[in-house]
């Protein structure tokens, strides 16, 4: 068992920075960054959970669900991750899409 609080502090912070985002900067592309954060680490915890079987793709919920597809999808990765590499990765995806984000 890996201890994930790194990954779920991070995504639950670049959530809350998208839920007080304007409309105007989730327009210009934080939301777009939070989509592809979130089917990437839904993807990754499928693959995890089920290595056999084709990844399902996270759907567009819109612009204001997207702080909560993120942490929904990263709170499923970190109940699947085996090792301290898979946190690495997950904990700087979720910090470069905040970047690109601009939130």
Do not use: K, N
Request: charged letters at 30%.
């Amino acid at each position: 068992m890996v201890e994930t609080t790194r990954l779920t502090r991070a995504v639950d912070h670049f959530a809350d920075r998208l839920r007080a985002a304007p409309q105007s900067r989730l327009q210009r592309g934080g939301a777009a960054e939070a989509l592809a954060l979130a089917r990437e680490l839904a993807r990754r915890a499928q693959i995890l959970e089920d290595p056999d079987r084709e990844p399902r793709e996270m759907p567009d919920a819109g612009m204001f669900a997207a702080a909560d597809q993120i942490t929904v999808a990263a709170h499923d990765l970190a109940l699947v991750l085996r090792d301290e590499v898979g946190l690495a990765e997950a904990v700087a995806l979720v910090e470069e899409a905040q970047r690109r984000a601009g939130v």
